[in-house]
């Protein structure tokens, strides 16, 4: 399911869907001229799809890579993906590496960070720079 998506460098770009799931999910990695890495969100993050954001930031996170994480494309955030991005926040804590969530967040995923507490420890940023926050 994952095998195909390999660590992101100046010309890759990598997209994967969830053929297991019939709710809408993408995932992409695109190398920013930054050196960050952007994982773009697209569809349902949910129970059937939050693995795989978790294992796509992880893996860069675990190849020194700051990630930028877009949402902004998420229609459905539920526990699961909740339980996602405490554990991307907790893995980047770890690993040293900077995550940061682009400034297009949506209303709904901004309430449910901030309700359980997320947002104080992944900075929001303007999607052209990540800079050092």
């Not at 893996?59 to 902004?72: F, G, P, T």
């Not at 229609?75 to 909740?82: Q, V």
Request: proline residues 6%.
């Amino acid at each position: 399911m994952f095998s195909h998506l390999r660590p992101s460098d100046a010309s890759h770009f990598a997209r994967v869907e969830d053929p297991q799931s019939s709710a809408p999910f993408a995932l992409r990695l695109e190398p920013m001229e930054s050196g960050w890495v952007r994982v773009c969100v697209e569809g349902e993050l949910a129970l059937t799809s939050s693995s795989l954001l978790e294992l796509a930031v992880e893996r860069e996170l675990q190849a020194n890579r700051h990630v930028l994480l877009d949402l902004s494309r998420i229609d459905f955030i539920d526990s699961a993906g909740l339980r996602a991005m405490t554990a991307v926040v907790r893995t980047a804590k770890a690993s040293g590496c900077r995550l940061r969530l682009s400034s297009e967040l949506p209303a709904h995923a901004r309430r449910l960070m901030e309700f359980v507490g997320l947002l104080p420890f992944v900075p929001i940023v303007d999607d052209t720079d990540p800079g050092e926050r």
